[in-house]
């Protein structure tokens, strides 16, 4: 990624109360962080990039457009923080890839043999537990 502080600088972190175990200190304290950006409002990407990512990144964005990652596996706000932007930009990174096309191939004469060979030997094991009066 080009410079991960600039694509930070767009994003809006909210601090919010964590559920599950904890007891009084989960109920007073917001240690879950969500991270909000704006796809469209995004002056990083190119409107390729964009494009990409809106298509990849379909069943995270919400209607209004906001990509919206959510931690709340540490109790300490500060590493949920760090939590949410490794996986914000580990999430653009690999929404970014551009996968190689395939390569169509045949297999090879020393495999189609080996094919034949093991399907002629599974028939004659078939064959072989017919009852030789039929």
Known sequence: MRNPEKLLSEVNF???LSGGPGGQHANKTSTK???MWKLKDSAFFLEEEKERLSI???NRITK???LQIASDHTRSQHKNKEIVESRFLRMLEDALKIPRSRKKTKPSKKAKLKRLK???HQAEKKANRKNPLD
Request: positive net charge.
């Open 14 to 16: 909210k601090a919010v």
């Open 33 to 35: 962080v969500v991270l």
């Open 56 to 58: 990849k990144l379909k």
């Open 64 to 66: 209004e457009g906001v």
């Open 118 to 120: 093991n399907k002629k």
